[in-house]
């Protein structure tokens, strides 16, 4: 299932999508996040609804948002989590989080819920006042319930689904703060979309391939295979010590291409285009202002 949530004649709702037209569930902010805290039989009861009186509309007369516009608490996000990345940043000058190049353990830092944006929605370029706005394409991972001390081998089982994610950050302000939250927290620095595919729709997320595009130009090219350390281990890490809730996202990492690694530095102005797209989760395409 693709669930999205839209705006169509001034009022915000939520469904899932059938070829070119969106089955409409419910109305409101926060229809997906009860959704997921139903699980499975919230499901079924949108697909029952679905086949008999849910009213319909045509994709191409909505404005989609981000699937959660409004995230019970800030996303959990995993720093330097492809080799190749890792190998870049550290180089870059900009990395204060350790000595090492290749962290030993998974790097854990949260993004603002007010970050949040959703497909085709203006990226604020202009709150950072360092002109050093970068781009990084990551597969999201939504929990779909309770999680506390999760093993590796249960780990699947308590996810809902994924989505794709832009963590737009301010180089020079993470730097500067000597972390990671102030840089990447800002105000519609978070584009995420276009809609939530449910895992059981995704047979083997290692094999998905992500890209990003930089005004048509492709800067990230990367399999989730890649990754340093897999959404087992992230989920099992971060369930060690605390609780994670139905709805919470981790966004899992970027490879490698993004705009501070290159010499000198690819940093986005005002009118660029950024897209990242991941095999089956959509395109999720967004403008710098």
């Keep these: 299932m693709k669930i999205v949530t839209f705006s169509h004649n001034g009022k915000i709702s939520s469904g899932y999508l ?58 959990f996000c995993i720093g330097k989590n492809y080799y ?81 994610i832009n963590d737009v950050t301010s180089r020079e302000l993470q730097r500067h703060h000597n972390q990671w939250v102030i840089g990447k927290g800002l105000d519609t620095f978070c584009p995420m979309g276009p809609y939530i595919v449910t895992a059981d729709e995704v047979d083997d997320v290692t094999a998905l391939e992500l890209e990003t595009r930089i005004n048509g130009e492709v800067r990230q090219k990367s399999q989730i295979a890649n990754l340093i350390f897999d959404i087992p281990t992230l989920i099992r890490t971060i369930t060690r010590t605390m609780t994670l809730l139905p709805g919470d996202i981790i966004a899992t990492g970027t490879p490698d291409g993004v705009g501070v690694g290159f010499n000198p530095p690819k940093y986005l102005k005002k009118g660029d285009k950024m897209s990242v797209s991941i095999t089956g989760l959509g395109e999720l395409n967004n403008v710098i202002g």
């Design 84 to 164: 190749a990345h890792a190998e870049e940043f550290h180089a870059s000058g900009f990395d204060s989080s350790g000595a090492e190049a290749i962290p030993l353990a998974p790097i854990i830092f949260t993004k603002a819920t007010t970050s949040v944006v959703g497909p085709d929605a203006m990226v604020l370029g202009s709150l950072d006042y360092t002109n050093t706005v970068d781009y990084e394409g990551e597969l999201g991972v939504i929990i779909g319930s309770k999680a506390f001390q999760v093993s590796k081998v249960d780990a699947y089982s308590k996810v809902f689904g994924y989505v794709v």
């Design 18 to 75: 059938e070829k070119d037209e969106v089955v409409v569930c419910g109305d409101g902010v926060n229809v997906v996040q009860s959704l997921i805290e139903r699980g499975g039989a919230g499901i079924a009861s949108w697909l029952d609804y679905g086949s008999n009186k849910a009213p319909r509309v045509n994709l191409a007369d909505v404005r989609l948002l981000s699937p959660i516009p409004e995230p019970r608490r800030d996303l």
